[in-house]
Every structure is written in C-alpha cells, then in structure tokens.
C-alpha cells in the first residue's frame, strides 16, 4: 500500500463500490475549498490488479476533483481487484470527511457486506464493518428484510454498467428529489397492512393494544428493600418471604435472620402483643 499522485483519467467508477448516494452539495463544497486551495489533501482508495484502477472510497473528493478540472489526485494505492475494492467500500471510512452516513445507509453498507460474506462470522463482519457483533446478529435474524434484492434482477459481476461523473450526479439528484416529494414513503394503508390492529365501536380500524400483564401477587414489591426515608439512622433491611402459617413463618425467620434475631423478635412480639391486649 502507498500513497502516488494518480491520473484522474486512469480511475474506473463502479457504482458498486458507492455504499450512498452522492451528496452534489458536498460535492460544490468540496469543488470550491479545491479551487481556493484549501481542501484537505485526504487521499482517495483505489485498488489496481496492475493494469485498472477501481475507486473504493473517496467518491466526493473524486467528482469534486473532475468538475475542479484537474489533471491529478492523490490517491492511496491497495492490491486487489474489484471484488476487492466493493469489500473495502463497506468499511466506514468517510465518516472522517465531512459527510456523516445516515443509520439508513449503514445499514445497507453492513447487509451488503453480510451479502457478500454470509460464511463469515459475526465477530468477522462485525470488525470489517466497525459495528457490534450484537448488530450483525440482530441483522441476521431479520432474514426475510436483510437479503431481500436492492433490484427486480441481481446482475452478476461485470454486467453493472460504469457511470460517468455527470451521470451518477443526476441520478442523486433524481433520488434526493424524489425523496423530498415523498415518493416511495410509506402510506397509512401500507402501514395498516404490516402493523396488528384492532376493530373499535365505531367501525375503524385502531392500533391493537398492548395486553395487560397479571401482576405475580406473590412476588416481593419491588421497592420492599428499601427503608423509609427518615431523619434518623436507617436500620438494615432484609426482604424476605414469610408464610402464612406461624409455625412455618418461625422457621423461615430463623434460617434466614439467625437465633438470636428470632429470640428477640419473639420478645419484641410479646410485648407489642401485650400492650395492644
């Protein structure tokens, strides 16, 4: 691995390789600072297996460059092919310039990864993707929603066509637009259709409610180990389950408090008993 000065005309843009839409405001930004010279010199990954050069990361700084029309960019050179390059666009490594990724978007950056590696294991993925094991455990159990199709058809290598700079613009535009007009939200009916509900007296349909949990009448409060708030000292305090029965109860008591407590409770018991007679 090393870091050249690369000609912009030698790098090959596979969408595949593009975990997230491109942002063309980060891009005018990023075309300015260039041209003010006061952009940060933050290299772009490029993988080659000696004859092509494939991008894997750094695809704002790239078109920046293009539409900056310079000749050159800096680029940090990897070996490998473009398999190579697709897997190490799955590592969250733009998160350092400038453009924070959304959960939506890593999300899908993480299931592609599972995707492609389903054979690896969480630990593996879960450090390739800088997430929790736990995370891509979550994801795996979720099946159905995690290796659904991102397209009608799921070409293989090699048949993704290559876009140019202005073309990958326009279709992130197209995409921001259409989310802005809510295209592709979803509808109450749609929503009606994948949550429970219930019928009410009026005829509508309503969000189903949560049942009721019975509460285990002998189980111990949960605030019964904790003594009432006073000015004095605070006795210890030990909760503990007492039967009904007395003689059972004693026997409780005593296992669990000792002799000598259990002496001196009695006493106590005695004499509370007497003064209510």
């Avoid at 839409?21 to 933050?42: C, F, M, Q, R, V």
């Avoid at 295209?183 to 009721?212: F, M, W």
């Avoid at 006795?235 to 007395?246: E, F, G, I, L, S």
Wanted: with cysteine; glycine share 6%; net charge negative.
């Amino acid at each position: 691995m090393s870091t050249v000065t690369l000609s912009i005309d030698t790098i090959i843009v596979d969408q595949r390789t593009q975990q997230r839409p491109l942002n063309p405001d980060n891009i005018t930004k990023l075309h300015e600072l260039l041209n003010e010279g006061l952009a940060s010199n933050d290299p772009v990954d490029v993988f080659t297996d000696g004859e092509s050069y494939w991008l894997a990361h750094g695809h704002h700084r790239y078109h920046a460059t293009v539409k900056a029309e310079q000749a050159d960019i800096t680029a940090t050179i990897h070996k490998g092919d473009l398999e190579d390059a697709i897997d190490f666009s799955c590592k969250p490594l733009n998160d350092a310039h400038g453009q924070p990724e959304t959960a939506s978007q890593r999300q899908a950056r993480i299931r592609k990864y599972i995707q492609r590696h389903d054979d690896h294991s969480n630990r593996q993925i879960a450090e390739w993707c800088g997430c929790s094991e736990g995370t891509i455990r979550n994801y795996r159990k979720t099946g159905a929603q995690l290796y659904a199709p991102e397209s009608p058809a799921s070409p293989q290598v090699g048949q993704y066509p290559t876009l140019s700079g202005d073309e990958q613009l326009a279709s992130s535009s197209n995409s921001v637009s259409a989310n802005r007009s809510g295209v592709g939200k979803p509808t109450p009916e749609s929503l009606a259709t994948t949550q429970p509900t219930r019928t009410g007296r009026d005829g509508k349909q309503y969000p189903a409610r949560k049942p009721k949990r019975k509460p285990d009448r002998n189980a111990i409060a949960p605030d019964a180990h904790r003594p009432v708030r006073g000015h004095g000292h605070v006795p210890q305090v030990t909760a503990m389950n007492v039967p009904h029965d007395p003689a059972n109860a004693a026997t409780s008591i005593i296992r669990v408090m000792g002799h000598e407590f259990a002496a001196a409770l009695a006493v106590e018991l005695a004499a509370q008993t007497e003064d209510q007679q």
